[in-house]
């Protein structure tokens, strides 16, 4: 059984996880995934401290990993959602 300071950090991982895949704004989101990082691995040691079961391991493991793809998708694309998205748009004049 959960105590309640487990819960606080079992939704404290995740919402900060959840706050970090949702950002649009181009200039918090690198914020919000470090909160995020730290929240994982602040849980995943209480976790390997704990002995929790492997679906919370899994699921911080995830978590972790989709922060990475994340971050590199930043990097190679260091100018995206700073300036608007340009469209090709052609003089449709016949």
């Known amino acids: 059984m959960n105590t309640d300071d487990e819960e606080v950090n079992l939704k404290a991982w995740r919402q900060r ?22 929240a994982i691995a602040k849980r995943a ?10 679906a919370e391991r899994e699921a911080l493991a995830n978590a972790m990993q989709a922060l990475s793809d994340l971050k590199k998708h930043l990097s190679e694309s260091p100018n995206r959602g700073t300036e608007p998205e ?9």
């Open 17 to 38: 996880y959840e706050a970090a895949v949702l950002e649009l704004d181009p200039t918090k989101i690198q914020d919000r995934i470090e909160e995020a990082e730290k």
């Open 86 to 94: 340009k469209e090709n748009i052609r003089d449709t004049k016949t």
């Open 45 to 54: 040691l209480a976790v390997m401290r704990e002995g929790a079961d492997g």
